[in-house]
């Protein structure tokens, strides 16, 4: 089967940076849109940054100017870069990704278990 994994969150004081990994794996053939999405405590799940195999990019109007998406294809991960983090981007960090897997080819919606993210002095 295919797994998300997510890696690089942590404690981290206002105004500063850290960056987030999410390595797929498995059975996989190709690996189309990924992107990442955010929990805040008493919050719906919400789109930070989205980008696609061609490497395409949008992102929230919250985190414009400051987040960075970007891919590896060849290693099938994708990075957020945060710079200027605020205590408004604490939350659990989800990666999510539609991958064709092996031998279906068959497109599915895959989620990894989230990274934690906390932003505070």
């Known amino acids: 089967q295919v797994q998300l994994v997510e890696s690089g969150g942590g404690l981290v004081q206002p105004g500063g940076s850290l960056r987030l990994s999410c390595a797929a794996s498995g059975r996989i053939f190709s690996i189309n849109d990924m992107g990442w999405y955010r929990q805040a405590p008493g919050k719906e799940r919400e789109l930070v940054a989205i980008?696609?195999?061609?490497?395409?990019?949008n992102y929230a109007d919250s985190v414009k100017g400051r987040f960075t998406i970007s891919r590896e294809n060849a290693k099938n991960t994708v990075y957020l870069q945060m710079n200027s983090l605020k205590p408004e981007d604490t939350a659990v960090y989800y990666c999510n990704a539609y991958i064709a897997g092996t031998p279906s080819l068959r497109v599915m919606n895959y989620w990894g278990k989230g990274t934690l993210v906390t932003v505070s002095s």
């Open positions: 980008i696609t195999r061609a490497s395409s990019t």
